[in-house]
């Protein structure tokens, strides 16, 4: 079994909690997000949605 990461940072270098979103408020085709993904925070661009989910594209990794 693996353990799970732990990095050292100063405090400027952590991000809050992220405001809830009330559902209905919705985003749009390419609205700029960051989205948490793969155990981080990544910007990327919505790029379509089904139902309530959303799909993002990751330019820096064509994910």
Same mark, same amino acid.
């Given at each position: 079994?693996?353990?799970?990461?732990?990095?050292?940072?100063?405090?400027?270098?952590?991000?809050p909690v992220p405001p809830r979103i009330?559902?209905? /408020? $919705?985003?749009?085709?390419?609205?700029?997000?960051?989205? %948490?993904?793969?155990? #981080?925070?990544?910007?990327?661009?919505? /790029? $379509?949605?089904?139902?309530?989910?959303?799909?993002?594209? %990751?330019?820096?990794? #064509?994910?």
């Amino acid at each position: 079994m693996s353990n799970l990461l732990v990095e050292t940072v100063s405090a400027d270098e952590v991000r809050p909690v992220p405001p809830r979103i009330k559902f209905g /408020s $919705g985003f749009s085709a390419f609205d700029k997000v960051d989205a %948490f993904d793969n155990d #981080g925070w990544w910007a990327g661009k919505v /790029s $379509g949605q089904r139902g309530p989910l959303y799909f993002v594209y %990751f330019e820096t990794t #064509g994910d």
